[in-house]
């Protein structure tokens, strides 16, 4: 992991900003949206997490209005992946 990163992961440990996992239904309750919020836009590029956790997860996704969508229930799934990317395990939380 490069210098850089582990400083910003650093930072976003310090400043205590926590990451929320939920889900959300569309169209009538029958789809199911994974939603990732509290992920700093500033420090990390969403398009480039989304594009990580898309290919992992292979499902469809965005990233739009400060937050990442995936489609489907993903939600311990990506829990794992963000830990993995070096996110802070207790700073991530996932509503059922």
Avoid: W, Y
């Avoid at 959300?24 to 969403?46: A, L, N, Q, W």
């Avoid at 489609?71 to 395990?89: A, I, T």
Wanted: with cysteine; aromatic share 2%.
């Amino acid at each position: 992991m490069s210098d850089i990163l582990e400083e910003l992961l650093k930072g976003v440990a310090k400043e205590g900003e926590l990451i929320k996992i939920r889900l959300e239904r569309r169209r009538g309750g029958s789809k199911v949206v994974t939603i990732i919020e509290g992920i700093d836009e500033k420090m990390f590029s969403h398009r480039e997490i989304v594009s990580k956790l898309k290919a992992k997860l292979a499902c469809g996704g965005t990233a739009k209005d400060g937050r990442i969508e995936l489609q489907g229930d993903h939600r311990h799934k990506v829990r794992e992946l963000l830990v993995e990317m070096g996110f802070p395990h207790s700073n991530i939380i996932v509503e059922e």
